[in-house]
């Protein structure tokens, strides 16, 4: 997951590492998916989100569609 | 002999406490510890220790190294990476845009994330304060589908 000045530049990326251009966030939506995952990480009582968990988290930041899927 | 239940519930508190020892280790030395040092620092022998850590790595938030050192205790990367993060006078490495953003999620701290460019190197700084990212200009690209993360998480 990297970081990009623009459109523009992700596209340059993945010609230049002949990739299919992947999922795209804003920078408000990493943070946002940053403290969904990592803020209770320090809690004694932490376990890893489930499949549903997760897609829920990132359906709750706007991240939907096949891409995001986990399962299946 | 201990019973399976009863097995399984050790497991389960070293597990619990190696995980938050691999944190708080992280968090005070800004590097991870060695195999040997969590031992130590738990008080267990090596041979209990190594197989908890390969548990762990069932959560996907721990990856080790071909040596069974760590490389990934997430947020935080056992080796320096492009996403340095710093926090007052302590730094860390995160793997990726979103682990550098987590660490000062997860430590609830303001933070510089001298960050750049995927494409062109162009230096791109975030900073969090007061729970929030500041500047937000940018765009994150994660190139692998959800439902692949963890087939290459080194890619990824």
């Not at chain 1, 623009?6 to 596209?11: C, D, F, K, L």
């Not at chain 2, 080796?79 to 682990?99: E, H, L, M, Q």
């Not at chain 2, 990212?133 to 963890?150: F, M, Q, S």
Request: hydrophobic fraction near 40%.
């Amino acid at each position: 997951m990297l970081l990009f000045r623009s459109e523009q530049h992700v596209n340059r990326w993945c010609r230049q590492w002949n990739r299919r251009r992947g999922g795209t966030l804003t920078l408000h939506q990493g943070w946002r998916l940053a403290v969904e995952w990592y803020s209770d990480r320090l809690s004694s009582q932490w376990r890893p989100k489930t499949t549903a968990e997760a897609e829920q988290a990132f359906a709750g930041i706007g991240l939907v569609g096949d891409f995001w899927k986990l399962a299946g | 002999m201990p019973s399976k239940l009863t097995r399984v519930r050790e497991e389960s508190s070293l597990d619990s406490d190696l995980r938050l020892y691999i944190y708080r280790f992280f968090i005070r030395h800004g590097r991870a510890p060695w195999v040997a040092e969590m031992a130590k620092g738990l008080s267990r022998p090596t041979k209990e220790v190594k197989p908890a850590l390969v548990r762990l790595t069932g959560t996907h938030a721990f990856v080790l190294e071909g040596n069974g050192e760590l490389w990934r205790a997430a947020p935080f990367s056992a080796v320096p990476t492009a996403f340095p993060v710093k926090i007052g006078r302590r730094s860390w490495y995160g793997n990726c845009v979103w682990d550098a953003l987590g660490i000062p999620a997860m430590l609830h701290r303001d933070a510089r994330i001298d960050a750049s460019c995927g494409c062109c190197n162009y230096q791109m700084v975030l900073n969090v304060k007061d729970g929030h990212l500041v500047k937000r200009e940018g765009i994150v690209h994660i190139a692998v589908p959800a439902r692949h993360w963890y087939q290459d998480i080194v890619f990824t």
